[in-house]
């Protein structure tokens, strides 16, 4: 496997200045990078206006480090193109760069995206299963697919396991990261790209120049309000995935209204799939209007039945129907299932492969894995941090225990605070005991975010508070008896907590793991 470090076949960065009449000599470049930081020897900087700063400022930084070639803004159209030196370092002046970051970054590397299959998902929660999901059944079905979110960069191969290529700092990576990292998916033998869109990525144009195919939609609950003014503000952010380059598809979940806005905005042409896991009248609905609208397509789950290790429905689509056992917990991860299945069935892959495959799947680290103990209850680590995703993981859970649920978390702290009351009131209605720790707390001190949460919850009877976060673990798994069951939420594959700002070893599914094996021993 190439490493991140191996050079990529791009195209020359003077014949695309060239393009806009910047002529330079021939220059090699290795790489472009939009953050001094990662700046190496033969790099191009270019300096991007980001939220606080303007990269501008870090332009000797990148010089430092090896940049060979500079763009920075200008919005004087007679300094474009103009050339300063640094040492051996050019500084070239570009009118109107920002609108250009995009473009300038595709060509370099090939245009790649246009020649994957790319899907990409936003929406509050499940962006991440469902691009590993989509991945996954993808590889199974014979075509090698990559992930780009909030596991890094990852690589399913059909025929073997899955890879994971590199870390990312963000959810959507800025945008020339973007564009190498779906290069690197291409070079390793890729046709697919399952890419997580986030809010802030989508709003800070994180994806220009990027094509996607299928734009798909999960749910919209609330989150980040510590960064979008409101709810509706955040709604729209997501929105822009609809004006994203190529869209020929759309793959909505038709059981949250927030859905109905994207129907209306779809750009036109597009072929919409509403997905429903809901009851049977809105499922013979979605078929009816489905039926008669050669725009849109229909994919639903019937009659779930929850076991142990997942549940068993069956799927009714445009493209056929079958029974179907889903090796994955929880209501929502049938949601999942079926924007994934849906987003390959619009770019032709075949149902009945598709159907072959659900009961292959794997589920992603982190989300609702489960640690099963002989001695006391199992253990379920997730990534809950959302009172939405809180609530369905609890939901989820309480369909397999039969005694007494547990579940342990914190807030991380810096972020939006409105939703630590939320999360403690759900708690408090879907868990038989709660136990309050540390997440990743940041500036801000745990016992604070502690008290926040506790606003929500009223009978504190049911309320234990522990800080540390493993302690808080051990108690309550010493404490369960075989048929009870613990869900500890929040920090799902993170390898880390970040206390003051500073990031510890941390990981929760290893401690878990060697817990339950240990009392099992
Ligand atoms: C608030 C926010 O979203 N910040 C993101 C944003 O930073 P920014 O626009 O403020 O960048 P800036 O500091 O103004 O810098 C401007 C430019 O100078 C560059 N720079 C900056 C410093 C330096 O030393 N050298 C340098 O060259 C920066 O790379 C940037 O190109 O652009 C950066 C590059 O894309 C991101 O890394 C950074 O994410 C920070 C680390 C972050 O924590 N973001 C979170 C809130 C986020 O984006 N989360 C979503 C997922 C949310 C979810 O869970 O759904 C995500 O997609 O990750
Ligand atoms: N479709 C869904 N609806 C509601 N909750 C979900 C859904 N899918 C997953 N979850 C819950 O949300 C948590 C996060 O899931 P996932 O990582 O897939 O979402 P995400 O959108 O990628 O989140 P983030 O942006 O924070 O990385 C899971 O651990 C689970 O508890």
């Known amino acids: 496997m190439p490493s991140n470090e191996d050079k990529l076949q791009t195209r020359s960065i003077a014949s695309i200045l060239a393009i806009f009449d910047i002529l330079i000599a021939a220059t090699e470049v290795d790489n472009i990078v939009l953050d001094s930081r990662s700046a190496k020897h033969n790099s191009l900087f270019i300096a991007h206006q980001g939220t606080s700063n303007n990269g501008a400022k870090y332009v000797q930084g990148a010089i430092n480090n090896g940049a060979k070639l500079v763009l920075v803004n200008t919005n004087n159209t007679e300094q474009h193109g103009q050339v300063d030196s640094v040492g051996e370092a050019l500084i070239i002046s570009f009118f109107e760069l920002e609108k250009q970051i995009g473009f300038i970054c595709s060509a370099f590397h090939q245009h790649v995206s246009n020649t994957l299959q790319c899907v990409a998902i936003t929406g509050t929660n499940g962006k991440t299963s469902v691009a590993h999901i989509c991945a996954q059944l993808s590889a199974s079905c014979g075509e090698n697919a990559g992930t780009i979110g909030t596991m890094g960069v990852g690589f399913y191969p059909k025929k073997q396991a899955p890879i994971k290529i590199l ?79 190529g869209i020929r598809y759309l793959v909505l979940n038709a059981d949250d209204k927030e859905s109905h806005r994207w129907v209306e905005q779809a750009p036109e042409h597009t072929i919409i799939c509403l997905c429903s896991v809901n009851q049977r009248s809105s499922a013979s609905l979605l078929q009816a209007y489905a039926k008669h609208n050669q725009h849109y397509k229909y994919c639903i789950a019937l009659n779930p039945r929850f076991t142990p290790n997942g549940s068993t429905f069956k799927i009714k689509s445009s493209w056929g129907q079958a029974s179907v056992s889903l090796p994955l917990i929880g209501q929502f991860n049938i949601a999942n299932l079926l924007t994934a299945f849906s987003s390959l069935l619009l770019q032709g892959v075949s149902f009945e492969r598709l159907v072959d495959a659900v009961p292959l799947l794997n589920g992603v680290p982190g989300r609702m894995e489960v640690f099963e103990s002989i001695k006391h209850g199992n253990i379920i680590v997730d990534y809950a941090h959302t009172p939405d995703a809180l609530e369905q993981a609890l939901l989820a859970a309480r369909q397999h225990v039969t005694g007494k649920l547990t579940v342990i978390f914190g807030c991380g702290g810096d972020r939006d605070n409105s939703k630590r009351s939320q999360m403690g009131k759900i708690a408090e209605l879907c868990a038989d005991e709660v136990i309050l720790t540390q997440d990743n707390s940041r500036n801000e001190l745990p016992e604070d975010i502690i008290a926040d949460i506790q606003q929500g919850i009223h009978q504190k009877s049911k309320l234990k508070i522990e800080l540390e976060r493993t302690s808080a673990i051990k108690q309550a798994y010493l404490n369960s008896c075989t048929d009870d069951l613990i869900v500890v939420a929040g920090k799902g594959h993170e390898e880390y907590l970040e206390l003051k700002s500073v990031r510890e ?17």
């Open 167 to 245: 870390d990312t700092i963000n959810t959507t990576p800025d945008i020339a990261c973007m564009h190498q990292f779906a290069h690197l998916v291409k070079q390793l033998g890729g046709r697919r790209l399952c890419i997580e869109a986030s809010s802030h990525g989508l709003h800070q144009k994180r994806l220009s120049g990027f094509k996607v195919d299928v734009a798909a939609f999960t749910n919209l609950t609330q989150d980040h309000l510590d960064y979008h003014p409101s709810l509706n503000e955040y709604a729209k952010a997501k929105r822009l995935l609809l004006k994203q380059d």
């Open 505 to 521: 070893h941390y990981n929760e599914r290893e401690y878990v793991k060697q817990l339950t094996m240990e009392v099992r021993g």
